[in-house]
């Protein structure tokens, strides 16, 4: 157990404002990171890469895309190292800026045809910023409210930082939507789309209103005060606890792929298929995630009963059946039908996953290591999943020739893997989290400054 001999005393800052805080501080970072993914859907390719077929463009705004996905794990290296020697919170408070800062920029940048190559270039700098930033900010919130948590309740607790992402789209979405309906195609693509961008500089503020008043908990402040910090602890995570970093990672494959087939490529897929007009595609999104701040902590509250296992499996086997009939909604040509396919894959199957996901993840990794191990295993699930699924769903549709058969054999694969990791990940649920992952702790070294 830790050693409470050198623990601070009670905390003003109950678990619920901490669940609270990392709710409202997620939701914003994801409402700035989803913007950029629903404007790719639907002004990217017209604005950055005119120049080029709108094949090749729909691609090449995929791989911008793609790109935010691949800044996630260094800034999940980065965020780890401070947040495990120096404290959450710090952390949080710098990804919120940074991820507020590159939102705004991307709201007044020149376009292709004022800067030329420049526009989508200093387009991917941005969204490199964005990246890095949201690679910093999940596993901090999670942990800082899994910490806080009550003990039969980390799963409900840390599902608030999940439920950042279903209100961070059903912002973004909703944004671009009214925007949409408020002006015609040319002015929406003149300016209208800059608005919601524009509009992270005053949701920054808030989120840093809530932040600033949390901090870290009683357990972390007394591992930093006996300065048993690890000197490099993702050096350390990678060196002492591969396996839950490599099964973390498969835990996040089919999760994050299923979200962003859904809910991003889903866009395009909707709009080639029934016409740039359809509005069926962000109806269904913002269903979805109007949902998903109630169907979220439902699954995490689950896992909390019946353990993290169970719904995850479920969640993941169920996922490719959602797909399956996703697809099928489309060529239906049904709004209704469109939205109910969208609903049964993100509030049904990747709920299920994702709700139980904060807590499971930082219940794998010793407290010394968890902010490190619970980022890494998150953000490289990110990159090799959830940033390469619209392109790599782009690129097999063209494949099949407009058949989207050779996605759902891909997406079968990551749910092969996702299983497998389900399977053998240890089930942490009912475990004390001061003993979770005993095998990384070691005697604490008073005046020592790290191992």
């Not at 990678?238 to 792929?257: D, E, F, H, K, N």
Request: glycine letters at 12%; aromatic letters at 10%; charged letters at 15%.
């Amino acid at each position: 157990m830790t050693d409470t001999s050198a623990r601070p005393g009670p905390t003003t800052h109950t678990p619920r404002r901490v669940a609270l805080a990392s709710a409202v501080g997620t939701t914003i970072e994801w409402y700035d990171f989803y913007l950029y993914a629903t404007a790719t859907a639907l002004v990217f390719t017209k604005l950055f890469f005119p120049s080029i077929s709108p094949t090749a463009g729909t691609l090449a705004a995929f791989a911008t895309y793609a790109a935010g996905f691949g800044a996630r794990p260094i800034g999940a290296v980065v965020a780890g190292h401070i947040g495990d020697r120096v404290g959450r919170k710090a952390v949080l408070v710098a990804a919120l800026v940074l991820m507020g800062a590159a939102t705004t920029l991307i709201g007044a940048l020149p376009t292709y045809g004022q800067v030329g190559i420049a526009a989508p270039v200093l387009l991917v700098v941005l969204r490199l910023l964005q990246g890095l930033a949201v690679g910093g900010e999940w596993g901090g919130a999670a942990v800082l409210s899994v910490e806080h948590a009550p003990a039969t309740r980390r799963g409900l607790f840390g599902s608030f930082t999940q439920i950042g992402s279903p209100a961070g789209m059903l912002l973004a979405t909703g944004s671009f939507f009214l925007v949409r309906s408020l002006t015609d195609d040319e002015t929406f693509l003149a300016w209208g789309w800059r608005l919601p961008f524009l509009a992270s500089v005053v949701l920054i503020a808030v989120g840093l209103a809530v932040r600033l008043r949390v901090e870290d908990a009683p357990e972390f402040r007394a591992l930093r005060d006996r300065g048993d910090v690890a000197r490099l602890p993702v050096v350390e995570v990678l060196r002492t606890a591969p396996r839950p970093v490599l099964l973390t990672t498969g835990l996040r494959l089919s999760q994050i792929a299923l979200y962003t087939l859904l809910t991003t490529y889903g866009l395009t897929y909707v709009a080639e298929k029934l016409g740039p007009d359809s509005g069926a595609g962000l109806t269904a999104v913002l269903v979805a995630s109007a949902i998903g701040i109630a169907t979220t902590p439902v699954w995490a509250l689950v896992s909390d009963r019946v353990g993290r296992r169970v719904p995850y499996l479920f969640g993941a086997l169920g996922g490719l059946v959602a797909l399956v009939l996703f697809f099928l909604a489309v060529d239906t040509g049904s709004t209704l039908l469109v939205v109910a396919a969208m609903v049964l894959g993100v509030n049904v199957m990747h709920d299920a996953m994702y709700g139980p996901q904060a807590a499971w993840f930082a219940e794998l990794f010793d407290l010394r290591l968890r902010y490190s191990g619970a980022s890494l295993g998150y953000q490289i699930g990110s990159v090799l999943s959830g940033g390469f699924a619209p392109l790599i769903a782009a690129a097999l549709l063209i494949a099949g020739d407009g058949r989207p058969w050779w996605i759902l054999l891909y997406f079968a694969g990551l749910t092969v893997l996702t299983v497998l990791a389900a399977l053998s990940a240890r089930e942490t649920a009912h475990d004390p989290i001061d003993v979770a992952g005993t095998d990384l702790r070691r005697p604490a070294a008073p005046g020592a400054a790290g191992s």
